[in-house]
């Protein structure tokens, strides 16, 4: 009952907190018709310096940092990703009118991870006074990668058997490297690069940390706009797919949530982090894992998966998932 109230009371909370106001505000124009839009080139700038801006605070914690203990949680990360992905693979996939390959992909998509998410909860931690590692945010890739090319693999394997072709190998070194070449993950871990290998604490404070939260209320100003415009797709699909988005993005934060637990109870791992990993795991891809999906399993059909993952799964972990995570862990760490 405390977790309900407390979760009522932080949900309340944040409807005034930018991230989820421009966020709604994005579907309220959209629903009204309005011809509201962002150019693609602006949303691609502003995803690149929020990821840089994420990425050169990671790197410069990680170069103070204990590898040993960053190394044990991006593992953690890595796990988390690749059983959200296999227990898609064996529900969603197996359920009524949803095509295995379509199941598949939704289950990579929802085990990848959004940037637009991971930002919105940074921004939110640190409102609300939650203090967290700043290479936290870098679990991202550690999730993110497995997970798409475990879901392509997964879907290759389908695909020869269907074929009749058994014996064929489905060979994981070029989903790698073309998921390392994707623009965000490249973003990211080229701060991550610079933040560990140079001083950059300069440009850092005086243009990447000051633009943060604005850009970020850009960026959720167009997933609202985005995710009201993807509805239409979901109504030519399985409501499989509508129940998935609305279910998954809480069940695969809990699973994270408990391994951030461990990691607490076992390294220290701040409750913030906790919350952080939570949120990562709670999000679904909206920026690297369409494109490589839509490459690595070109027989699936994009509107299941996009659909479901950017009008439904990216609000509910937004606007469900973050408040429900920080009340949690008030919970639990008695925060």
Known sequence: MDLL?????????????????FLLGGMFVAALGSKLSIPDAIYRFVVFMLLMRIGLDAGMEIRQGELGAILLRALAASVVGCVIVLAGRYTLA???????????ATAGLFGAVSASTVAAAMVVLDQEGVVFEAWAPALY??????????????????????EGNGNGRVRAWPIVVDSLRGSAISAL????????????????????DPLFRGLLSILM???GIEAWSRLSELRSVAHWYVVYALVAPLAHGLLA??????LHVATGFSPGGVILLAVIAASNSDISGPPT???GIPGANPSTYIGASTAIGTPISIAVGIPFFLSLARLVFDL
Do not use: N, W
Not at 5 to 21: G, R
Not at 94 to 104: C, F, K, N, Y
Not at 257 to 262: E, S
């Open 5 to 21: 109230q407390d979760l009522a009371s932080t949900f309340a909370s944040q409807l005034q907190t930018p991230a989820l106001a």
């Open 94 to 104: 197996l359920l009524p009118g949803v095509r295995t390959e379509d199941g598949i």
């Open 141 to 162: 890739p550690f999730m993110d990668i497995p997970a798409l090319i475990l879901a392509i693999v997964l879907a290759g394997i389908h695909r020869q058997k269907e």
């Open 189 to 208: 871990l080229l701060g991550i690069l610079l933040g560990v290998v140079t001083r950059p604490e300069s440009v850092y404070e005086g243009f990447y």
């Open 221 to 223: 100003l167009i997933l």
């Open 257 to 262: 949530f408990g391994f951030g637990y461990l």
């Open 293 to 295: 999906l839509r490459a």
